[in-house]
Every structure is written in C-alpha cells, then in structure tokens.
C-alpha cells in the first residue's frame, strides 16, 4: 500500500516570493503522482501529475513539480506566488494498475501575504 | 466548471433526519467515489463504484448507505447521523482502465449534523 505525508500543514508566504511544498510517499511499487488544490467552498482541482518520462511536471497557474525517485519525494514549487495561490494543496498518490487507489496526503494550508 | 455535481451544496440535519446528497458526473467516466473531508484530516475514502457495482467500503457505518443507480450518478443517503459526521462530503469520478488514475471532483457538500 502507498502512503503520502505532506511534511508541512501550513506554508505563508509573501506575494511574488517563491515557494516549495513537500511531498513525500512510500510504496513498494512505481507510482504515479499528483498534486491538487482547493479553493475555499470548492472540491479538489488537478494542477499537475507525474505518469512516466521527465521528472520534471509542469503544471497549471505556474506550478511544477520534480519526482525524485531516490528521495521518494514529489515537491511542488513556484517561483512567484499571488494572492490568489491562497489555497489548500494535496499531494495524492497511486499505483500505476488502473484501478482507484489513491491515496492522500494531509494537506498543506498556502497563505501568500501581500 | 469540473463536469462533475452536487447537491445540495449544504446541507444542515438533525439527528434523527434522513436526508440524501447527490452527485452526478457528464465526463464519461465509469468510476465514481465518495470522499469525507474533516478538518484537519486527510481525505477519507468511503465508497466506491466501478460500472455501478460497488468495489470498496472502507469500514463506513451503516448510518451512510450509498446507491449508484447508474455510471453517472450517485447517492449518499443518511440517517441518525452523529454531530461528528459533520464534514464535507465529495464526490468524484474517473475513467479506470486508461492508464491515468485521475480524479476529477466535485465542488462538495458541506454537512452539518446538529
């Protein structure tokens, strides 16, 4: 079974700073992985996924992600955030046989000061 | 707009109420679930279907009953709910078998058991 730990619950940051949010999953298999965000009094949307090829996802809204398989981790990064990136953040993972496990994380509260 | 609907969007319920929520998917998809999000926590999986028959039931109590009449639709149904049932309620879809995994969500019902 895969399991995903977010390793900070909450990030703030100020408007056009950069920013990381941690990743980081255990599975004895591949994986794919994702990370999604939710805005207030809204259900989870996909910003970016990582099936196979490069480490390297690009995302919406400006977001990327880099999979690195040694570290186990899927971090996701902006370079110059705005206030309208206040949101929850989940990283999701699951394995790579098409049925619906998915597992996620706890969530990373993002609030971008201005 | 996410292709995927609920409603009622809240819903506030006592105790001793029935009451159903309701999600529907226009994307195609052959896979629906329902998810309970509580603060703080990470997203629980309750329920899944797969071309309508149900595949997992992650040791929900039996005060939530699910029906999935079709591949687009399905239902949460409640009775005699506990005050920490309350929650948001989400529901998504996918197309299992693609290689994919992804899910795509619906904007929730937030519950609220008095």
């Known amino acids: 079974a895969q399991s995903v730990t977010q390793l900070d619950s909450q990030v703030p940051v100020f408007e056009e700073a950069p920013v990381e949010l941690r990743c980081n999953y255990s599975s004895s298999v591949s994986v794919y992985l994702f990370w999604y965000v939710q805005y207030p009094n809204q259900g989870l949307q996909l910003l970016l996924k990582?099936?196979?090829?490069?480490?390297l996802v690009k995302g919406i809204n400006g977001f990327e992600a880099e999979f690195n398989k040694s570290q186990t981790s899927f971090h996701l990064r902006k370079p110059s955030v705005h206030i309208s990136d206040t949101a929850e953040y989940f990283c999701?993972?699951?394995?790579?046989?098409?049925?619906?496990?998915?597992?996620f994380g706890a969530g990373t509260r993002l609030t971008v000061k201005p | 707009e996410t292709g995927v609907t609920q409603t009622p969007r809240h819903l506030v319920m006592g105790m001793t109420n029935k009451k159903s929520l309701k999600c529907e998917q226009h994307?195609?998809?052959?896979?629906m679930y329902w998810y309970k999000q509580s603060a703080k926590k990470p997203l629980e999986l309750m329920f899944v279907?797969?071309?309508?028959?149900?595949?997992e039931n992650n040791s929900v109590p039996s005060r939530f009953s699910p029906e999935c009449p079709n591949s687009s639709h399905l239902f949460l149904h409640l009775h005699t709910l506990q005050p920490e049932d309350s929650a948001l309620y989400l529901c998504?879809?996918?197309?299992?078998?693609?290689?994919?995994?992804?899910?795509?969500f619906g904007p929730g019902t937030r519950l609220t058991v008095l």
């Open positions: 994307l195609g998809h052959n896979a």
């Open positions: 998504a879809s996918s197309a299992t078998g693609t290689g994919n995994n992804e899910q795509f």
């Open positions: 999701a993972v699951s394995p790579p046989n098409g049925n619906n496990d998915m597992r």
């Open positions: 279907y797969n071309f309508k028959e149900q595949t």
């Open positions: 990582y099936l196979s090829g490069s480490t």
